[in-house]
């Protein structure tokens, strides 16, 4: 990742999954964010079926992407990480 001229934040971008939060991607997040001043970014895309999504039940994935973010940052925050979601 670069930095914009006078900029010197890094800025990670999360996309958290199926998978996330999980121990070993938040110690990576959390060595990377070390080595420069971080804010991190996490994304928590709703995982629906495509028949669930074609009829736009879209509720119960909504509610467990919710869940993986809130769980992603909270677990950052707690070890010193600036993150957002």
Not at 57 to 65: H, I, M, Y
């Amino acid at each position: 990742m670069s930095s914009r001229s006078g900029d010197e934040r890094r800025r990670i971008l999360v996309i958290a999954n199926r998978t996330c939060p999980c121990p070993a991607l938040q110690r990576e997040i959390r060595k990377r964010a070390e080595q420069a001043d971080s804010e991190v970014l996490i994304v928590a895309p709703a995982l629906n079926t495509r028949m669930k999504h074609w009829i736009s039940d879209v509720d119960d994935a909504r509610t467990q992407a919710e869940g993986r973010l809130a769980s992603a940052v909270e677990g950052l925050r707690q070890g010193g990480v600036p993150a957002e979601g």
